[in-house]
Protein backbone atom coordinates (compact mmCIF):
# COMPACT_ATOMS: atom_id res chain seq x y z
CA UNK A 1 0.00 0.00 0.00
CA UNK A 2 1.19 3.55 -0.86
CA UNK A 3 -0.08 6.34 1.25
CA UNK A 4 0.15 10.31 0.95
CA UNK A 5 1.19 12.27 3.90
CA UNK A 6 1.22 16.20 4.14
CA UNK A 7 2.04 18.38 6.69
CA UNK A 8 5.12 15.35 7.04
CA UNK A 9 7.61 17.49 9.01
CA UNK A 10 5.53 18.60 12.13
CA UNK A 11 5.87 15.90 14.86
CA UNK A 12 2.57 14.48 14.54
CA UNK A 13 3.31 14.07 10.99
CA UNK A 14 6.64 13.04 11.35
CA UNK A 15 5.38 10.35 13.60
CA UNK A 16 2.61 9.15 11.32
CA UNK A 17 5.42 8.41 8.42
CA UNK A 18 7.49 6.85 10.73
CA UNK A 19 4.77 4.63 11.78
CA UNK A 20 3.59 3.93 8.55
CA UNK A 21 6.66 3.52 7.05
CA UNK A 22 7.41 0.61 9.91
CA UNK A 23 4.59 -1.51 8.89
CA UNK A 24 5.79 -1.84 5.66
CA UNK A 25 4.25 0.74 3.61
CA UNK A 26 5.66 3.34 1.00
CA UNK A 27 4.71 7.00 1.86
CA UNK A 28 5.20 9.60 -0.50
CA UNK A 29 5.51 12.94 1.70
CA UNK A 30 4.52 16.23 0.08
CA UNK A 31 6.49 19.32 1.87
CA UNK A 32 7.19 23.02 1.11
CA UNK A 33 10.68 24.05 0.44
CA UNK A 34 11.37 25.54 3.55
CA UNK A 35 10.46 22.40 5.35
CA UNK A 36 12.50 21.32 8.66
CA UNK A 37 13.29 17.59 7.28
CA UNK A 38 15.06 16.72 11.17
CA UNK A 39 12.02 14.82 12.62
CA UNK A 40 11.86 12.75 8.98
CA UNK A 41 15.72 11.62 8.93
CA UNK A 42 15.22 8.08 9.67
CA UNK A 43 12.50 7.56 7.35
CA UNK A 44 12.48 6.02 3.85
CA UNK A 45 10.19 8.23 1.98
CA UNK A 46 9.74 9.92 -1.39
CA UNK A 47 10.03 13.52 -1.14
CA UNK A 48 7.55 15.78 -2.85
CA UNK A 49 8.53 19.55 -3.01
CA UNK A 50 5.21 21.58 -3.17
CA UNK A 51 1.89 23.21 -1.74
CA UNK A 52 -1.07 21.48 -0.26
CA UNK A 53 -2.90 24.91 -1.47
CA UNK A 54 -2.18 23.81 -5.33
CA UNK A 55 -5.12 21.10 -5.80
CA UNK A 56 -3.68 20.50 -9.36
CA UNK A 57 -0.25 20.18 -7.69
CA UNK A 58 -1.99 18.25 -4.76
CA UNK A 59 -3.61 15.97 -7.23
CA UNK A 60 -0.17 15.30 -9.30
CA UNK A 61 1.60 14.14 -6.36
CA UNK A 62 -1.34 11.76 -4.66
CA UNK A 63 -1.38 9.87 -8.17
CA UNK A 64 -0.52 6.18 -7.59
CA UNK A 65 -1.43 6.85 -3.82
CA UNK A 66 -4.31 4.18 -2.10
CA UNK A 67 -4.63 6.68 0.82
CA UNK A 68 -3.89 10.10 1.76
CA UNK A 69 -3.20 11.87 5.49
CA UNK A 70 -3.75 15.21 5.38
CA UNK A 71 -2.13 16.61 9.03
CA UNK A 72 -3.17 19.95 8.58
CA UNK A 73 -1.77 21.89 12.03
CA UNK A 74 0.89 23.49 13.09
CA UNK A 75 3.44 23.03 16.12
CA UNK A 76 1.67 25.64 18.20
CA UNK A 77 -1.94 24.37 18.04
CA UNK A 78 -3.12 22.19 20.65
CA UNK A 79 -3.53 18.51 20.35
CA UNK A 80 -7.41 19.14 20.38
CA UNK A 81 -6.79 21.14 17.43
CA UNK A 82 -5.38 17.95 15.46
CA UNK A 83 -7.74 17.51 12.60
CA UNK A 84 -6.51 14.48 10.08
CA UNK A 85 -8.20 14.33 6.88
CA UNK A 86 -8.20 11.78 4.55
CA UNK A 87 -8.74 11.87 0.66
CA UNK A 88 -9.35 8.33 -0.81
CA UNK A 89 -8.08 7.76 -4.15
CA UNK A 90 -10.89 5.87 -6.46
CA UNK A 91 -8.83 3.49 -8.14
CA UNK A 92 -8.68 1.91 -4.39
CA UNK A 93 -10.35 -1.04 -3.63
CA UNK A 94 -13.06 -1.07 -0.72
CA UNK A 95 -10.61 -3.66 0.96
CA UNK A 96 -7.56 -1.53 -0.01
CA UNK A 97 -9.58 1.58 1.90
CA UNK A 98 -10.33 -0.30 4.90
CA UNK A 99 -6.98 -1.44 5.18
CA UNK A 100 -5.53 2.11 4.86
CA UNK A 101 -8.22 3.38 7.30
CA UNK A 102 -7.02 0.95 10.00
CA UNK A 103 -2.71 1.26 9.55
CA UNK A 104 -3.51 4.91 9.66
CA UNK A 105 -5.53 4.93 12.16
CA UNK A 106 -3.14 3.14 14.57
CA UNK A 107 -0.28 4.90 13.18
CA UNK A 108 -1.93 7.96 13.83
CA UNK A 109 -3.26 7.10 17.44
CA UNK A 110 0.62 6.05 18.61
CA UNK A 111 2.02 9.58 16.77
CA UNK A 112 -0.45 11.25 18.93
CA UNK A 113 0.24 9.16 22.16
CA UNK A 114 3.98 10.49 21.52
CA UNK A 115 2.25 13.89 21.16
CA UNK A 116 1.20 13.86 24.91
CA UNK A 117 3.81 12.32 26.11
CA UNK A 118 5.80 15.33 24.98
CA UNK A 119 3.11 17.82 26.46
CA UNK A 120 3.14 16.06 29.76
CA UNK A 121 7.30 16.06 29.50
CA UNK A 122 6.76 20.22 29.21
CA UNK A 123 3.35 20.67 31.28
CA UNK A 124 2.62 22.10 34.60
CA UNK A 125 0.61 19.64 35.96
CA UNK A 126 -1.84 21.89 38.33
CA UNK A 127 -1.85 24.72 35.88
CA UNK A 128 -1.48 23.56 32.56
CA UNK A 129 0.82 26.21 31.71
CA UNK A 130 4.48 25.18 30.84
CA UNK A 131 7.00 24.13 33.31
CA UNK A 132 10.11 25.68 34.24
CA UNK A 133 11.97 23.42 32.23
CA UNK A 134 10.29 24.03 28.86
CA UNK A 135 10.68 27.84 29.88
CA UNK A 136 14.31 27.60 29.98
CA UNK A 137 14.11 25.68 26.37
CA UNK A 138 12.45 28.48 25.24
CA UNK A 139 14.27 31.45 26.77
CA UNK A 140 17.63 29.42 25.08
CA UNK A 141 15.51 29.82 21.52
CA UNK A 142 14.54 33.43 21.81
CA UNK A 143 17.37 34.36 23.02
CA UNK A 144 19.42 33.14 20.00
CA UNK A 145 16.91 34.84 17.94
CA UNK A 146 16.43 37.97 19.64
CA UNK A 147 21.00 38.49 18.94
CA UNK A 148 20.49 37.24 15.26
CA UNK A 149 17.95 39.40 14.38
CA UNK A 150 18.55 42.24 16.99
CA UNK A 151 14.92 42.45 18.20
CA UNK A 152 14.25 42.46 21.86
CA UNK A 153 13.25 40.47 23.89
CA UNK A 154 11.38 40.39 27.36
CA UNK A 155 10.58 38.06 30.19
CA UNK A 156 7.85 38.69 32.62
CA UNK A 157 8.28 37.66 36.26
CA UNK A 158 4.97 37.32 38.22
CA UNK A 159 4.42 36.40 42.05
CA UNK A 160 1.03 36.62 43.60
CA UNK A 161 0.69 39.12 46.57
CA UNK A 162 -0.95 37.18 49.84
CA UNK A 163 -1.24 33.59 48.35
CA UNK A 164 0.24 32.05 51.29
CA UNK A 165 -3.09 33.26 53.52
CA UNK A 166 -5.26 30.98 51.18
CA UNK A 167 -2.92 28.08 52.04
CA UNK A 168 -2.67 28.90 55.94
CA UNK A 169 -6.52 29.95 56.23
CA UNK A 170 -8.18 27.58 53.62
CA UNK A 171 -5.96 24.70 52.97
CA UNK A 172 -3.39 23.79 50.09
CA UNK A 173 -6.56 22.43 48.09
CA UNK A 174 -8.32 26.01 47.83
CA UNK A 175 -4.69 27.07 47.34
CA UNK A 176 -4.03 24.64 44.37
CA UNK A 177 -7.55 26.56 42.67
CA UNK A 178 -6.34 29.51 43.23
CA UNK A 179 -3.44 29.03 40.85
CA UNK A 180 -5.53 27.63 38.35
CA UNK A 181 -7.44 30.69 38.76
CA UNK A 182 -4.59 32.58 38.59
CA UNK A 183 -3.06 30.57 35.83
CA UNK A 184 -6.22 31.24 33.67
CA UNK A 185 -6.27 35.07 33.81
CA UNK A 186 -2.66 35.28 33.24
CA UNK A 187 -3.38 32.66 29.78
CA UNK A 188 -6.23 35.38 28.75
CA UNK A 189 -3.62 38.57 29.37
CA UNK A 190 -1.03 37.11 27.30
CA UNK A 191 -1.13 37.23 23.58
CA UNK A 192 -1.21 34.52 20.95
CA UNK A 193 2.85 34.93 20.44
CA UNK A 194 3.68 34.90 24.24
CA UNK A 195 4.95 31.93 25.92
CA UNK A 196 3.37 31.18 29.71
CA UNK A 197 4.76 29.10 32.62
CA UNK A 198 4.57 28.08 36.34
CA UNK A 199 8.33 28.66 37.42
CA UNK A 200 7.34 27.46 40.82
CA UNK A 201 4.99 27.75 43.84
CA UNK A 202 2.96 31.19 43.13
CA UNK A 203 5.54 32.37 40.96
CA UNK A 204 4.47 32.70 36.79
CA UNK A 205 6.68 33.85 34.06
CA UNK A 206 5.46 35.17 30.67
CA UNK A 207 8.53 35.03 27.33
CA UNK A 208 7.84 37.88 24.82
CA UNK A 209 9.74 37.88 21.37
CA UNK A 210 9.74 41.35 19.80
CA UNK A 211 8.68 42.98 22.52
CA UNK A 212 10.85 45.93 23.91
CA UNK A 213 10.49 47.07 27.70
CA UNK A 214 7.24 49.70 27.14
CA UNK A 215 5.03 46.50 25.43
CA UNK A 216 6.05 44.37 28.23
CA UNK A 217 4.82 46.53 31.16
CA UNK A 218 1.56 47.39 29.09
CA UNK A 219 1.05 43.57 29.48
CA UNK A 220 2.56 43.26 32.67
CA UNK A 221 -0.17 45.96 33.60
CA UNK A 222 -2.85 44.33 31.96
CA UNK A 223 -1.81 41.06 33.80
CA UNK A 224 -1.50 43.19 37.23
CA UNK A 225 -4.76 44.62 37.17
CA UNK A 226 -7.14 41.48 36.02
CA UNK A 227 -5.55 39.67 38.83
CA UNK A 228 -5.91 42.48 40.91
CA UNK A 229 -9.87 43.03 40.13
CA UNK A 230 -10.20 38.83 39.74
CA UNK A 231 -12.57 37.20 42.94
CA UNK A 232 -10.73 34.22 43.50
CA UNK A 233 -12.23 31.10 44.67
CA UNK A 234 -15.81 32.64 43.86
CA UNK A 235 -16.95 29.38 43.30
CA UNK A 236 -16.31 28.30 46.58
CA UNK A 237 -18.12 30.83 48.35
CA UNK A 238 -14.50 32.59 49.64
CA UNK A 239 -14.45 35.65 46.58
CA UNK A 240 -10.63 36.64 47.62
CA UNK A 241 -8.55 39.35 46.20
CA UNK A 242 -4.73 39.39 45.26
CA UNK A 243 -2.59 41.39 44.00
CA UNK A 244 0.81 40.76 41.53
CA UNK A 245 4.22 41.95 41.65
CA UNK A 246 5.63 41.90 38.48
CA UNK A 247 9.32 42.32 37.47
CA UNK A 248 10.48 43.24 33.46
CA UNK A 249 13.83 42.28 32.16
CA UNK A 250 14.59 43.09 28.41
CA UNK A 251 17.39 42.19 26.11
CA UNK A 252 19.64 44.29 24.46
CA UNK A 253 18.49 46.91 27.04
CA UNK A 254 19.68 44.99 30.31
CA UNK A 255 20.72 41.70 29.62
CA UNK A 256 22.31 39.84 26.98
CA UNK A 257 22.27 36.19 28.02
CA UNK A 258 19.31 33.69 29.58
CA UNK A 259 20.70 33.89 32.79
CA UNK A 260 20.92 37.80 33.41
CA UNK A 261 17.65 37.80 31.59
CA UNK A 262 15.72 35.41 34.14
CA UNK A 263 17.96 36.90 37.04
CA UNK A 264 17.29 40.86 36.32
CA UNK A 265 13.47 39.94 36.18
CA UNK A 266 13.23 37.83 39.32
CA UNK A 267 15.16 40.61 40.43
CA UNK A 268 12.71 43.59 39.49
CA UNK A 269 10.00 41.21 40.91
CA UNK A 270 11.69 41.31 43.97
CA UNK A 271 12.33 45.02 43.86
CA UNK A 272 8.12 45.64 44.01
CA UNK A 273 8.05 43.04 46.95
CA UNK A 274 10.14 45.22 49.11
CA UNK A 275 8.38 48.43 48.27
CA UNK A 276 4.63 47.64 48.45
CA UNK A 277 3.94 44.98 46.34
CA UNK A 278 0.99 45.54 43.85
CA UNK A 279 2.99 46.71 41.13
CA UNK A 280 5.37 46.63 38.50
CA UNK A 281 9.30 47.25 37.88
CA UNK A 282 11.44 47.32 35.02
CA UNK A 283 14.93 46.33 35.83
CA UNK A 284 17.63 48.67 35.54
CA UNK A 285 15.46 51.64 36.33
CA UNK A 286 15.41 53.02 39.84
CA UNK A 287 17.72 50.81 41.84
Not at 127 to 134: D, G, K, P
Not at 200 to 205: M, P
Not at 252 to 262: N, Q
Request: overall charge negative.
Amino acid sequence: MKCFVTGGSGFIGANLVHEIVSRGNEVKVLLRPDSDLRGLQRAEYERVIGDVADRAQLTTAMRGCNWCFHVAASYHLWLRDYTPMYVANVEGTRNVIEAAIEAGAIALDNAIRLQRAEELSVTDDLTSLYNARYLAQVLRREVKRALRSNRPLSLLFIDLDGFKMINDTHGHLFGSRALIEAADVIRGSARETDVGARYGGDEFALVLADTGSEGAVALGERVRERIASHGFLSADGLNIHLTASVGVATMPDVASSVESLIQLADKAMYWVKDHGKNGIHVAGLGE
